[in-house]
């Protein structure tokens, strides 16, 4: 049997074919164009599972079930999108929608548990029952992975690593509260902190790399400062990871992982900011006396293959 995953996202839809060894045997995408009525939307979502179909030669019989990670908020047991700030969607059928083109199984998870579902099965995870996956994007995605199954809590609401607060007077958060991890430790913090230091020091090697449009400025153009010996985007990149490592430390603190997973394209930065985070964390979290094992962390394994086959795999029944 064959297994479909789909990740939805604001800017593309990817959606990948799996086999039972969990191997992507084809992939695709199509942009999402967020702004269309969510038919249109589902109907390129399955025209793309159908045209990946027909370029393999898998029938739809040789499927077993489409799984679809969503950002936001899901209805698990009807297949309903209840609501995601991306895309705009409130109480979509996603389940009765994708039926009308593909009469298969559909199933229907938030896509950062799905990443994670997918690290702990088929990647940086996948040899421990207990972890955590961190996303570092436009916020700060997480899935909590606990007996080899996401955690979702009383109301399928768990996970929102991302707000976690670090200080209840500080950065404004697209939540509506201050202080949230994700205000300091995301992507977009990052470029935000980067354009600040631009501005203050605009002697910094940091405005020669982007010619002094400040607007070219990503993730990666402090560390890139960084590896040429400018202090001021080594001072960004430092301070950066200070905060990254508080809310690992949070999250290994309360839930003690086995794994803590890096993903997102930032953790392409690799030892340049895990090195530094494991020594955060050996510092501020609790393991008490004695010869007791610490959490690892971890560079995600899966790119952004993890959503695709963390979807792929719901018809397991994973949560918790």
Partial sequence: ???????????????????????????????????RHYSDIIKDMAMLVIQLLKETGISKNEVDSIGIGCPGTCDRENGVLLYTNNIKFDDVPMRLEMQKYLPLQVYLENDA????????????ARDVSDSITITLGTGIGGGIILNNKIYIGFNGMAGEIGHIVLNKQGESCTCGRKG???????????IKQTRNAAQKY??????????????KIDAKTAFDAMRQGDSIGTSIVNEYIAYLG????????????????????????????????????????YFGEGDVPHTQIVGAELGNDAGIVGAAMLWRGQQV
């Fill in 1 to 35: 049997m064959y297994y479909v995953g789909i990740d939805l996202g604001g800017t593309n839809i990817a959606a990948g074919i799996l086999d039972e060894s969990l191997k992507i045997v084809k992939k695709g995408s199509v942009p999402t164009g967020n702004t």
């Fill in 113 to 124: 548990n799905c990443a994670a579902l997918g690290e702990s099965m088929a990647g940086a």
């Fill in 180 to 190: 949230c991890w994700e205000a300091y430790a995301s992507a977009t913090a990052l």
């Fill in 202 to 215: 605009p002697e910094s090697l940091v405005n020669t790399l982007v010619n002094g449009n400040l607007n």
């Fill in 246 to 285: 508080e809310g690992v430390s949070d999250l290994i603190n309360i839930f003690q992982p086995s794994r803590i997973v890096i993903g997102g394209g930032i953790s392409k930065e690799g030892d340049t900011i895990l090195v530094p985070l494991r020594e955060i964390a050996r510092k501020s979290t």
